[in-house]
């Protein structure tokens, strides 16, 4: 039998995102909301990749709501990179402090949205076959969690285990005595690789392309940074939010190209030393200039050929043919040194690509490589995966997988012509995976909520962008975008093109999150321009 409830708001997804839209219109504006979660708990991403090493590489000060100031007083963090466990133990934290479980439906996969335009309703169908009414639909999907399995032929036939990162058991996986294949170098295999090569017998990394890595220099919180952190919480705040990036620091104000050779070395190895994605901001110019870049990505190749021992394995994991940070650039913990151990061998699909999975293992070009257990550590597809898996149909039955063929088309990345009444949080088209994603989440959340409560102050029952609005805004992300180094990277997800027969098109808004912000303030002050109010 099938149930039909009818609320103001639904909300899909209960990670960062979901959980304070649930927050805000719940608790804030009074509206009776819920959240579709197809997870059996709070945490998104945080929820699902529990692979071995999952870390946030943003500090942990920085990677948590700022919107409760008693929120921000009571939490400890107990490291500068918090591990999966404790970041899930943060959100579970948020939802007994707000009350949320209460109106989450876990174990709610969503399998369907239309648009009722006679009523103006979103109607939202369940796996389970529940159906749901509300006059908002609110996506906080995620941007990465939809993970990418290579079609590579004859997995079905493999005599082992296989895993993706991003759906890892919660059981764990036991590596003991056992050979394992890790497929893939990007943020997530780069935390994998040494924690599974601690345990397994024998590791083969199958690396398509060399990635950089910064050292994270993770450590405990001294007692002296964790009263900093609660002291200078408007500060911290302040920064991550009038900058370009959400982190807790600013970019310098200095250019690598006007920088004399033997200053530039001091500075980069003192970002090394210090670890982490500041690195990044030691110039202004980086993600600008390729000559400025190159300085940087000239450093941290010539480190990567220091720490590898064997000459062989040196060249592979240093011969990088993108800018640095042009591809999402990961930071490590005893990565590199990883292959200096005696069970860990790397394999270049460069040179030999892998042909297919046969049932002892895979196959390259070269060889055949025998495995108990491949991890997947193949990425997402990122920014529109999951929003596509919903199947959103809006005015007139149209299709977003159908609108969305030749590649994503959003206003400011929260509305889609065509689609009344529906937001995206972190949506493609907004800063998203070039932020740090709370401070990001959190604009976003408080943009859309404002929005609905202008409606209902004034009685308006629905609201969506135009063709223009949208058109125009596409022009200004593909503009940022090629301001910069970042579509250089033919092969990177920014670009969808770790997916087959995905569109290659810039997903991201490379404008930085405080320009972002300023926009969404001017659009809104100005009676939400480029959105129609009935
Ligand atoms: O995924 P990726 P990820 N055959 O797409 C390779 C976030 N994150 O999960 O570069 C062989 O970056 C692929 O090769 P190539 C973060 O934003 C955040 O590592 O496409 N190899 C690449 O090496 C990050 O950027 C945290 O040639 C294949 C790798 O698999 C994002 O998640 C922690 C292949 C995929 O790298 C995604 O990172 C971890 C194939 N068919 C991750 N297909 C935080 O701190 C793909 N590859 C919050």
Avoid at 214 to 231: V, W
Avoid at 233 to 244: K, L, P, Q, R
Avoid at 334 to 350: A, G, I, K, Q
């Amino acid at each position: 039998m099938q149930n039909t409830n009818t609320l103001d708001a639904i909300v899909i997804g209960a990670g960062f995102a979901g959980m304070y839209q649930l927050i805000s219109l719940r608790d804030k504006l009074g509206l009776r909301t819920r959240v579709l979660e197809a997870g059996s708990g709070v945490g998104g991403t945080w929820f699902w990749n529990r692979y071995p090493g999952a870390r946030c590489d943003s500090e942990s000060h920085s990677y948590m709501y700022y919107f409760s100031k008693e929120l921000v007083q009571e939490w400890e963090w107990s490291e500068r990179y918090p591990q999966q466990p404790e970041i899930l133990r943060y959100l579970n934290h948020v939802a007994d402090k707000f009350d949320l479980r209460r109106d989450i439906s876990f174990d709610t996969r969503v399998t369907g949205a239309n648009f009722d335009e006679a009523k103006n309703q979103w109607v939202v169908k369940t796996e389970a076959g529940e159906t749901l009414r509300a006059q908002f639909l609110i996506t906080a999907v995620g941007c990465l969690s939809s993970a990418n399995v290579p079609n590579t032929p004859g997995l079905d036939r493999f005599a082992g285990q296989w895993f993706h990162t991003g759906a890892w058991p919660h059981e764990g996986v036991d590596f003991k005595g056992k050979h394992v294949g890790v497929i893939g170098t990007g943020s997530t295999g780069i935390q994998a690789i040494p924690m599974i090569a601690k345990e397994a017998d024998h590791v083969t990394v199958f690396q398509r392309t060399a990635n950089y890595s910064l050292p994270a220099n993770n450590a405990p919180l001294t007692e002296d940074f964790k009263q900093y952190a609660k002291a200078h919480a408007d500060e911290i705040y302040e920064i991550m939010t009038t900058n370009g990036n959400g982190h807790p620091f600013h970019i310098e104000k200095r250019k690598a190209v006007e920088t004399p050779a033997d200053e530039i070395e001091q500075i980069y190895e003192a970002a090394w030393q210090k670890g982490g994605l500041q690195f990044r901001a030691t110039f202004e110019d980086l993600l600008v200039s390729n000559d400025a870049n190159k300085t940087a990505a000239e450093f941290i190749q010539r480190k990567i050929r220091q720490l590898i021992k064997d000459p062989v394995k040196a060249e592979i994991l240093a011969d990088i043919d993108h800018p640095f940070a042009a591809k999402r650039p990961p930071i490590d913990s005893n990565y590199f040194d990883t292959f200096n151990r005696d069970n860990v061998s790397l394999v270049s699909l460069r040179d030999a690509p892998m042909q297919e999975i046969v049932p002892a293992g895979i196959k390259t070009t070269e060889k055949v490589y025998p495995l108990d257990i491949i991890v997947f550590a193949t990425g997402f597809d990122a920014m529109t995966g999951s929003l596509l898996k919903l199947n959103i149909e809006g005015l007139g039955g149209r299709k977003l997988n159908d609108d969305w063929q030749a590649g994503p088309r959003t206003y400011l990345g929260l509305q889609i012509p065509g689609y009344p009444n529906l937001f995206t949080i972190t949506g493609p088209g907004s800063p998203s995976v070039l932020c740090n994603l709370p401070p990001a989440i959190e604009q976003h959340v408080e943009w859309i909520t404002d929005c609905i409560k202008h409606m209902r102050t004034h009685q308006l029952e629905t609201v969506q962008t135009s063709d223009r609005a949208c058109d125009q805004w596409q022009q200004e992300v593909d503009r940022a975008a090629n301001a910069t180094l970042l579509p250089q990277v033919k092969h990177s997800w920014y670009l969808g093109a770790n997916v087959p027969g995905k569109p290659r098109v810039f997903m991201p808004y490379a404008g930085g999150l405080s320009h972002y912000r300023s926009i969404c303030n001017d659009v809104a002050a100005d009676g939400y321009r480029g959105m129609r109010f009935s």
